[in-house]
């Protein structure tokens, strides 16, 4: 995915979709499930990467380029 920086970012491996009112609330669902899985778990649950999109901007956070 080309980033609005010019650079290239991998998808994850593994990814969730949802309709949320703003990015925000997007990302704050995203924490809930992360600690919803960890208490399923019984385990830390870490994230190394994610990639937040709404129609007019970009969030990401990737360890790779």
């Keep these: 995915m080309l980033g609005s920086n010019n650079l290239w970012y991998r998808l994850p491996h593994t990814t969730l979709q949802g309709t949320f009112a703003e990015i925000g609330v ?4 995203l924490e809930a499930a992360r600690a919803a899985t960890e208490r399923e778990m019984r385990s830390p649950v870490t994230i190394n990467k ?9 969030r990401f956070n990737s360890d790779e380029w």
């Design 26 to 29: 997007a990302e704050l669902a």
């Design 50 to 58: 994610w990639i937040i999109v709404q129609y007019d901007s970009d």
